[in-house]
């Protein structure tokens, strides 16, 4: 059997998460802590002793600045990188910019928290979870899956809600079960594939 690894990896802590503030498809860097993060993902998927042949990232620069520390942590910079939108994180519309506190003393903390985190309730002008998913699976079916049963290994740097949508996908999760999922900031999830495309095992780097 022909190894074909999947690796899923959240972006380190953005400048706008330590801020409280809802990012959305806003394009803040990376803080020092977010790039550690970065970096120790990097020493973790290492210890996994993959070649690796894609990169697949958002257009969103925290997402890419993670996949490029992680490709420095295992030495293999020149690996195929390739960048699509349909990753992005989820569209926070109105919301984006905000902070979260000030947005529940504004609506509630009740209504912030239906926007949050119910799966097809977004924002005022945004995208749900849900939404979200409609854009992120399609291509990971189309673009990703197909080189997994080709044999390729591939590592996903995206977002907590954009990668939420794919496990949703791939764990077989119910619409209940995707909203409590908490994906932690450069934490990587390592899935291995049989030669049919069948999931063989799932493990979170950091446990």
């Known amino acids: ?12 802590q ?44 958002s257009a969103l620069i925290r997402a890419q600045l993670t996949g490029s520390k992680i490709l420095e942590k295992i030495g293999q910079e020149n690996i195929n990188i390739i960048k699509n939108k349909s990753l992005n994180e989820r569209f926070y519309g109105d919301l984006q910019g905000l902070n979260k ?27 749900s979870l849900k939404e979200c998913g409609e854009r992120v699976l399609p291509y990971f079916l189309d673009k990703i899956y197909p080189l997994v049963l080709e044999g390729k290994n591939i590592i996903v740097s995206a977002h907590g809600n954009s990668l939420r949508s794919l496990i949703k996908h791939l764990d077989k999760l119910s619409a209940d079960e995707i909203i409590k999922l908490e994906i932690p900031t450069g934490a990587p999830i390592h899935y291995l594939f049989s030669d049919e495309g069948l999931i063989l095992t799932k493990k979170n780097l950091i446990e």
């Open 101 to 127: 506190d000030e947005c529940r003393k504004k609506w509630g903390l009740d209504q912030v928290q239906i926007w949050r985190r119910s799966y097809d309730v977004g924002p005022p002008g945004g995208e």
């Open 1 to 12: 059997m022909k190894e074909r690894n999947l690796i899923l990896v959240r972006h380190g």
């Open 14 to 57: 953005s400048e706008w998460n330590a801020k409280n503030l809802f990012t959305g498809w806003e394009n803040p860097g990376l803080t020092d802590k977010g790039l550690d993060e970065a970096k120790n993902a990097g020493i973790l998927i290492s210890n996994l002793n993959i070649k690796f042949d894609f990169l697949f990232t």
